[in-house]
């Protein structure tokens, strides 16, 4: 019952929510898996112990706990960037890395794949890329089925 309810908080109320209630829901729940060394955490610093060698554990933990915040707080934003117009999404993005590789690539009317890794708030990837050529994205369907 608590898994449909939090479900429907999901859907229907936080795309309803400012930006910086996000980040404050994001901030106060990371610190609160922190605190608990909640598997999220733990699986943070581990992957961050193994890939970042020269950061010391103070450094690690640091990152970790930001990596966490940041999962959060894109989590609850998520419902917020499906249902945004494309007006509010232009507005929010404020610099794009390697739009002219694109625009380079789009001329070649060759066909683009954009592989892109699971960081950050994709969704608006997806919702911006499209002003450029039509797109479709691939994704896996949830076994949760209170997801439909």
């Not at 999901?10 to 605190?35: E, K, Y």
């Not at 909640?38 to 990596?67: D, H, M, P, V």
Request: a positive charge; hydrophobic letters at 45%.
């Amino acid at each position: 019952m608590a898994q449909y309810f939090s479900i429907i908080f999901f859907i229907h109320v936080a795309p309803h929510l400012p930006l910086w209630m996000t980040d404050s829901i994001g901030c106060i729940l990371g610190q609160l898996m922190r605190l608990s060394n909640n598997s999220l955490y733990r699986s943070s610093k581990i992957n961050l112990a193994l890939t970042q060698t020269k950061l010391n554990s103070a450094e690690i933990n640091s990152l970790a706990s930001k990596s966490l915040y940041r999962t959060i707080s894109n989590f609850f934003e998520m419902p917020l960037i499906w249902t945004a117009s494309d007006q509010w999404i232009k507005k929010k993005i404020t610099k794009i890395n390697g739009e002219d590789s694109l625009l380079a690539a789009l001329e070649q009317k060759a066909g683009v794949i954009l592989v892109i890794p699971h960081i950050g708030n994709w969704e608006i990837l997806g919702r911006y890329s499209s002003r450029y050529a039509p797109m479709t994205s691939l994704y896996k369907r949830q076994k949760n089925p209170a997801l439909g």
